[in-house]
Structure formats: structure tokens, C-alpha cells
């Protein structure tokens, strides 16, 4: 009859720990580290963190001063802790959560002067940090050692006591109750953590019930150490295996039920890989003395590492997926392993059942275990394209992973990619950590076949894809074409628009049919705005934009409804030295010259207009290439008034009456006079002739002969 195998739910590692590892894989990533003493007690998976880069030492002081160090899920005394932290390498703590509350109890029983018992195994690491807390402690490793200590203090002591996390819990319920027995003032904390908890009373239930127990862990692991004495107080037959060569063959025959747990540093592989064995035996029917180990030896020569094997992925958890590999071996990729997109997920990239290429990097005799790399499959793969690369206009896309004195290393799918400072496209005054972890793209200059190694420029790729992109652009636009952009930067003339990796200017006149004076009136940095292309210059290949719609174009408005002589309403809109601008209607304006503002002269147009005044003006003028208009308010007014002088004006009048060009109205006796003169002098010259002929003539018959002149004609 095959027997039935029922497997612990809370097997294996325990959250602690799983939390330690992974912090230390994490760790890892960044560089070679360190744990202070080996951070489970399981050489499977020490062995494993090894070869990740997470070596560890006795003692601190062993590693190299700026080392970063690991406190493994154990935590440190206070002293420890303090000399580590005040190192100039980096301190990454794993201390269990668990493990750090009892630190705080134990720091706060010092200060309040109590003494801490404790608990637990007196040489365990977690039992020595937790008492480097406080001072004034005792250990107990179990009751007969408490009730010994308590017959030499006095009954009124106050004690504070805790449990080792993974004590057994009727050994700790029997310290309880010798404690209260004997002592008055005490404190008690149960600080066995609920992981062990489970893991016990499971472990006693399985062991009540099944006829053999199979305990999975390392030797040196007290924990697991205590699920085997707590198995065999149940059960006779109990097997404590660190892997699953170590299983003694034969020894599923005749069992109904098989109990399997392990301990809290045993990883999920090691017990599958012993119930794979146990259930691989319970199929073949065979004792397999000879058998398993001639497989296992068949199986360990037919993989070696540098192997490309197709494996099957039989099982996921957060920290590795595991593979069928068509042998005997127990195949695994760790997390660390399975891609070169740090950020990438076990479940998101394998689904059980698939078959995934994967390269064998070590192959372990003695668990007949294999430790496969999926990243480098992908990285395999990667070398070529990125060989292919070199000295070619190609942009591959790759991830900075590490920053160094010269420049730093980008990975492009796990192929290691050396750009040096001067070609990282980082700004002088900027430090390349500002790029570390992040996309970036590259062009590969070369390849040092002594070194190993690809040299590449991030700045060329920058290039390449803005010149591509500006090629891109300019190919498909046109003139006439409607586009948005962003604002990228302003002038005094303009603004720059990015039309999607090409920039166009948006001259300031462009930018309304209304007068826009600076581009900061327009617009700013940033905003998107819809333009037309208006010209692109195939030399400089400089592109021109508008935002002014020609549907809406004012002067065509303007030209269909007026024409010259028309006689318009303006608004005055602005003076200039020689004029004044007029708004005609909306957006369009036009110039009256200042002589033509009025009949007499004017200095300045604010002389006879304000702004916003509303005048009549004729047009005298349209310049249709231009767009110029030329206005005239004084082809719209009567002409001035001759003033009349007769014998009783004075001389002022009379030289009052003098037109703005010069000309006076005069008997014709007195015009004769003065001709010859004006033919020859200049007419400032004229007007004191004038002057002086009206003062030689009688002053009675000149205005006798002004008032017959005006009477027989009113000409100027
Ligand atoms: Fe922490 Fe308990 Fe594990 S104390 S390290 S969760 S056994």
C-alpha cells in the first residue's frame, strides 16, 4: 500500500528569515557584503548566497572597514550594534521583527533596574543579543536551571522574564509556572513568536498521527533540532534529513502515513527535493539501496555548469521557480537569476507547465541539487546584438547599474556596457548617481577583446535619436500643415516650438492679428499650443509658424470693404514722432502722417488727437504688397478761412493771414510786387518781402485794394 505524505504548512523558512535572505539578495545587487555570522543555519542556502556575493564573518571586525554589513534576522547586543553602526561602511539591518521588540524589553528592563531571565538556549545568537540589551541578566535554559537560580535571590526581586523565540512552549510554560511559584515582583513577556508557535503544535499533531516523521533541516540548526525531540516524543520512528541525499532509501516501505516538517532555515527546495525522493521511491515499489544512488550518479555526470538545458517549470514562489530537468536533479532558478530586469517578477515571466531555457551555473553533488540562470540565457543572447552594434549607427536601450571612479556600467540585457564620464550625457556640475537605475539609451563604440569589455556613448545615442527624430519630422511636414507643440524656450523675437523632436519659431508677429509686443504677452514655457507651418527653409532647415488662422485675415476684410477716397471711422491706437496710428476696423490699422493731421502745423500728433479719440479720416492710400494704409483727417476738414485785413489791420494780422505754406492773400498790385522776389528767394525769405512790400504801400489803399481783390475772387 502506498503511504501518504503529509507535508507541515508551516515548514520551512519563516518569515524572519525569508526576510533576512532576501534582504541580503537585495543587498547584494549593489555590491559584495557581509553577514555578521552565517545568516541561517543551513549550508545549502549559504552556499547559494555565496555565490550571490553574500559572504559573512564571525566578527565584524573581519570584514574590510568599508564593507557593507548584514545583521541576519539573529540582531546583535547593543555593543555589537554601536561598533557597527559607527563604522564608515554601510549597516543593512535583518533583525527579525520579533527578535527587536525583545531587544526593546530587554534595554527597558535595564533602565528600570529589573534583572531579565531568559529563556532559552544560553549559547544561541538570538539569546546573546537579546541579553547584550541589559546588563544585569540570567539565562535558563530550562525549569531545573530557573528554579537552581531562584533559591539564591530573594522572593521580592523584581524579574522580568522572555522566551527565546523558538523555545518549546511546555518548557516555557513550566518556567512560567516556577517563576510565579517563587517570585512576587515579576513580569512576564511570551515571547515566542507565533511562527515557531505553529510550527510546534503542527509538528506534535503530525507526529501523533503518522507512523514516521521525516524532519528536514541543517544539523546546526537549533530550531529544527527542536522539532525532532518534540517528533520523537510522539512518534517512534522519526528521520532527520539536511537534504534529500541523505535519505535512506527503503525507508517509505510499510509506512501508512509519513508527517514531514523542517525547520525555520530550511528552504522550500530542500523539502521538495525530499519529498520528491520519498515519492519517486513509493512509485518505483524498490527499496532503492543501489538504485537511487546509481540515478542520482547517472544523473549528476549528465549536467555540468555551462549546460543549456530546456527545463519544465514545475513550481513559483516569490523567491525562485522551480524546474523539472528531465533528471533526478532538483532544478531551481533563484530570484536573483531569473531576469535582468531587476523590477521583474517570478510569476509574471514563468507560468507552471512552461519550458524555459535555462543555463546551468552549478551543479551540487551532494543534494543533487542544480542552480540554473535564466538571466544568463538572455545575456547570451544580448553579447551578439551588442557585438553587432559596435560602430554602427545602432541605439540599444539598457539600464545604469553601477557608477564607478572613470564613468558607469549599463547593462543592456545583462551585457555590461562601460560608458565613460564624458560620454554619459550628464552635465558636468550634475554627479552620475543621478542616472544610476535608470533607462537610458546607447550607441557601443568599441570592443576591447583584451579587457573584455564594450565601451559605449550615451551622448551619441542622444544624438542619433534627435537627429532621427528631426529627420522623422521633416519628412512628413509640410507647409501649410497644422501641428500643436510645446513651448520650449522664449526670445525677444519669439518662442521656440517642439513639434516632436524638431523645433519651429513662432515669430512674435505671428503670434495674433492684433499688435503683440513681447511673446511673454502670447505665451510661456510649457504651453502647448496649435501652430501652422508657414515656410520651411530647405537650406537652413529652419521651420516658420503662425497661429493667425487665414480664414479669420482682417485685411481681406478690410480690402472688400473699403477702398480709397473712402471716408472712414478710425480710432487713434498709438502716436509716433512722425504720425499717429488709427484702428480702421479690427486688426487693422493705419498711418496719418502728422501733416496730415491738420491744416496748420503740429509739432506732435498729441497736439491735436488723443488715444482712443473716434475721427473721420480719409483713406489716401492702400499698399496691398505691404499691407499699409495712409489716412488723412485733413482731407476730410474745410479748408481754413482767408482772414481779412483792411486799412486798420495791423501788421501782425497781416502776417497772421499768411497761410501755413507761406502764401498771404494781397491786392494784386502788392502780389506783382513781391513776384520777382519769390521767384528768386526762398519762402521764409518771401514772407519777410511780403512784409515789407505791405509796409512801403499805404496801409488805406492796400486794404482798399484787399477788400476789391476779395470781392472779385476768393482764391487762395
Ligand atoms: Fe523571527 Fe520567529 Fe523566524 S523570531 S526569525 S519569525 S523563528
Redesign the pocket.
Known amino acids: 500500500m502506498t503511504p501518504e505524505i503529509i507535508i507541515a504548512k508551516s515548514a520551512g523558512f519563516?518569515?524572519?528569515?525569508q526576510r533576512a535572505v532576501d534582504l541580503a539578495l537585495e543587498t547584494a545587487r549593489e555590491g559584495k557584503c557581509f553577514t555578521v555570522g552565517p545568516i541561517v543555519h543551513n549550508q545549502s542556502v549559504m552556499t547559494y548566497l555565496a555565490e550571490q556575493g553574500v559572504g559573512y564573518v564571525d566578527d565584524w571586525q573581519d570584514a574590510p572597514p568599508a564593507a557593507t554589513l548584514i545583521v541576519r534576522?539573529h540582531g546583535l547586543g547593543r555593543d555589537v550594534w554601536q561598533a557597527i553602526h559607527a563604522r564608515q561602511g554601510k549597516t543593512v539591518d535583518a533583525t527579525?521583527p520579533?527578535?527587536a521588540k525583545m531587544h526593546k524589553l530587554a534595554a527597558q528592563c535595564e533602565q528600570s533596574g529589573r534583572t531579565l531571565l531568559i529563556i532559552g538556549s544560553r549559547n544561541h545568537p538570538e539569546v546573546r543579543g537579546v541579553v547584550g540589551w541589559c546588563n544585569n541578566h540570567f539565562i535558563a535554559e530550562n525549569e531545573v536551571e530557573l528554579a537552581e537560580f531562584l533559591k539564591n535571590i530573594s522572593q521580592e526581586q523584581s524579574i522580568t522574564m522572555m522566551a527565546q523565540?523558538?523555545t518549546v512552549r511546555a518548557i516555557w510554560e513550566k518556567c512560567v509556572k516556577t517563576l510565579k511559584k517563587d517570585c512576587t515582583n515579576v513580569e512576564i513577556f511570551d515571547t515566542i513568536?507565533g511562527?515557531?508557535d505553529a510550527r510546534q503544535r503542527e509538528t506534535v499533531e503530525l507526529a501523533v498521527s503518522c507512523d514516521c516523521m521525516v524532519v528536514v533541516g541543517d544539523r546546526a540548526s537549533a530550531?529544527t533540532e527542536k522539532l525532532v525531540k518534540l517528533s520523537q516524543q510522539s512518534c517512534d520512528n522519526v528521520v532527520w534529513v539536511e537534504n534529500a541525499a541523505q535519505w535512506p532509501c527503503g525507508h517509505t516501505t510499510g509506512k501508512k502515513r509519513i508527517g514531514v516538517t523542517a525547520g525555520?532555515s530550511t528552504p522550500d527546495r530542500s523539502i521538495e527535493e525530499v519529498v520528491t525522493v520519498m515519492t519517486e521511491e513509493m512509485k518505483s515499489g524498490t527499496n532503492m539501496n543501489e538504485g537511487f544512488e546509481a540515478l542520482l550518479e547517472q544523473t549528476f555526470k549528465t549536467l555540468s555548469t555551462g549546460d543549456r538545458v530546456v527545463a519544465t517549470v514545475v513550481g513559483i514562489t516569490p523567491t525562485e521557480v522551480q524546474l523539472e530537468l528531465g533528471t533526478k536533479h532538483a532544478g531551481y532558478i533563484p530570484i536573483g537569476e531569473i531576469s535582468n530586469d531587476p523590477n521583474a517578477k517570478p510569476e509574471d515571466l514563468f507560468t507552471v507547465g512552461q519550458e524555459v531555457e535555462v543555463f546551468v551555473v552549478h551543479v551540487s553533488d551532494n543534494e543533487g541539487v542544480v542552480l540554473c540562470s535564466r538571466k544568463k540565457i538572455e545575456t547570451l543572447a544580448h553579447y551578439d546584438v551588442v557585438h553587432d552594434a559596435v560602430k554602427e549607427d545602432v541605439v540599444l536601450e539598457g539600464i545604469v547599474i553601477e557608477e564607478n571612479a572613470g564613468g558607469v556600467v549599463v547593462s543592456v540585457n545583462g551585457v555590461r556596457v562601460f560608458v565613460p564620464a564624458s560620454l554619459s550625457g550628464v552635465p558636468r556640475e550634475t554627479p552620475l548617481s543621478s542616472i544610476m537605475k535608470q533607462k537610458v539609451n546607447l550607441c557601443i563604440l568599441e570592443y576591447n577583446g583584451d579587457r573584455r569589455r564594450f565601451v559605449g556613448s550615451i551622448r551619441a545615442a542622444k544624438n542619433l535619436v534627435r537627429d532621427a527624430a528631426f529627420a522623422k519630422v521633416w519628412e512628413t511636414l509640410k507647409v501649410g500643415d497644422a501641428v500643436e507643440g510645446e513651448v520650449k524656450s522664449l526670445t525677444k523675437y519669439g518662442a521656440f516650438v517642439d513639434l516632436g523632436g524638431i523645433d519651429g519659431l513662432l515669430h512674435v508677429s505671428e503670434m495674433s492679428w492684433s499688435h503683440v509686443r513681447t511673446p511673454e504677452e502670447f505665451c510661456k514655457v510649457g504651453d502647448v499650443l496649435k501652430v501652422r507651418v508657414i515656410k520651411m527653409n530647405e537650406e537652413t532647415k529652419k521651420i516658420s509658424l503662425s497661429v493667425k488662422d487665414p480664414a479669420q485675415d482682417p485685411w481681406r476684410n478690410f480690402t472688400e470693404a473699403c477702398t480709397v477716397d473712402d471716408i472712414v471711422k478710425v480710432k487713434i491706437v498709438r502716436f509716433a514722432p512722425f504720425g499717429a496710428f488709427a484702428e480702421i476696423m479690427p486688426h487693422v490699422t493705419g498711418l496719418i502722417h502728422i501733416s496730415e493731421i491738420a491744416h496748420e502745423h503740429l509739432k506732435s500728433p498729441a497736439d491735436a488727437l488723443a488715444i482712443e479719440q473716434e475721427v473721420e479720416a480719409r483713406i489716401l492710400h492702400i499698399d496691398h504688397e505691404k499691407r499699409k494704409i495712409s489716412l488723412s483727417i485733413r482731407a476730410t476738414l474745410e479748408p481754413p478761412v482767408p482772414v481779412k485785413i483792411d486799412e486798420d489791420s495791423s501788421l501782425d494780422e497781416v502776417v497772421a493771414s499768411a497761410d501755413s505754406d507761406g502764401t498771404v492773400d494781397v491786392p494784386q498790385d502788392v502780389a506783382e510786387a513781391v513776384e520777382e522776389v519769390i521767384e528768386t528767394v526762398e519762402v521764409a525769405e518771401v514772407i519777410e518781402e511780403i512784409v515789407e512790400a505791405v509796409e512801403e504801400a499805404e496801409v488805406a489803399e492796400v486794404a482798399a485794394e484787399i477788400a476789391e481783390a476779395a470781392e472779385e475772387t476768393n482764391e487762395e
Open positions: 519563516c518569515f524572519g528569515v534576522s527579525c520579533c527578535v523565540a523558538t513568536c511562527a515557531t530550531n525555520a
